[in-house]
C-alpha cells in the first residue's frame, strides 16, 4: 500500500500551522481594502462631527434676552419711525462690558410698536428711515426695504429683523438678544 501524504501540494512541508482560510484573510487585496475602508470611516468621523454639531448647535442653544427700556410710551407719536439707542449687554468677549445698539421703532397705535434692526441684511450697513417715501434705504448698496421690513428692491436677501417690543409700566422695551450676524458671503 501506499501511504497518503497528509500535507496538502499547495502548502510548504514545513512544521508550520497555515492553512489556504489564514493565507486568503492576510492577502494584500483584501488587507489594502480593509485599510482603505478604515481610513476612510475615520476621515468621515473627523469631518462629520463638527459638521453635525454646527448644524445641531443651534436647537440647543437658549436663546438669552432682557428688556431694555427705550423711553416713554408717551413719548412717541403715532405713525412715527424714529430710532432709538440702547446699550445691550454682550455676551460677546470683543464687545467690552455693553454694545451699543440702535433700531428703528414705531408706535403703530397706541399699544403697538413696531422695531426692526438698524442694520442691512446685505452686508450690515446701517439702514436709513425716509419719512417722505415711507421706506427704509441702504446707502451702500442700495438695498430698499417696505415701511414692515420687507425687502423693496436692492441685494438684501432677507428682511430687517424684528426686535420684540411691549409696552411695561408705559415705557417701551425692547428685548434685547445676540445681534444677529445678517451678512452674507
Known amino acids: 500500500m501506499k501511504e497518503e501524504n497528509p500535507i496538502p501540494e499547495n502548502q510548504p512541508p514545513s512544521g508550520a500551522a497555515t492553512t489556504r482560510e489564514a493565507v486568503a484573510l492576510i492577502s494584500r487585496r483584501r488587507f489594502l481594502t480593509r485599510l482603505s475602508l478604515s481610513l476612510a470611516g475615520v476621515c468621515a468621523v473627523v469631518i462629520g ?3 453635525t454639531g454646527f448644524v445641531l448647535a443651534p436647537l440647543f442653544r437658549k436663546v438669552s434676552g432682557s428688556w431694555l427700556t427705550v423711553g416713554a ?13 440702547f446699550e445691550d449687554p454682550s455676551p460677546l468677549p470683543w464687545a467690552g462690558i455693553t454694545a451699543r445698539a440702535s433700531a428703528w421703532l414705531r408706535r403703530d397705535s397706541e399699544d403697538a410698536f413696531t422695531a426692526f434692526s438698524a442694520f442691512c441684511t446685505h452686508l450690515g450697513c446701517p439702514v436709513r428711515w425716509m419719512p417722505g417715501a415711507n421706506l427704509f434705504l441702504c446707502p ?16 438684501p436677501p ?3 429683523v424684528r426686535y420684540e417690543v411691549r409696552v411695561f409700566n408705559g415705557n417701551v422695551q425692547i428685548k434685547s438678544a445676540p445681534i444677529p450676524i ?4
Open 158 to 160: 432677507h428682511p430687517l
Open 49 to 51: 462631527a463638527p459638521a
Open 140 to 155: 451702500c448698496h442700495g438695498g430698499v426695504y417696505y415701511r414692515d421690513g420687507s425687502v423693496a428692491a436692492g441685494p
Open 182 to 185: 445678517t451678512t452674507t458671503l
Open 73 to 85: 410710551a408717551r413719548d412717541f407719536a403715532i405713525g412715527e419711525t424714529v430710532t432709538v439707542v
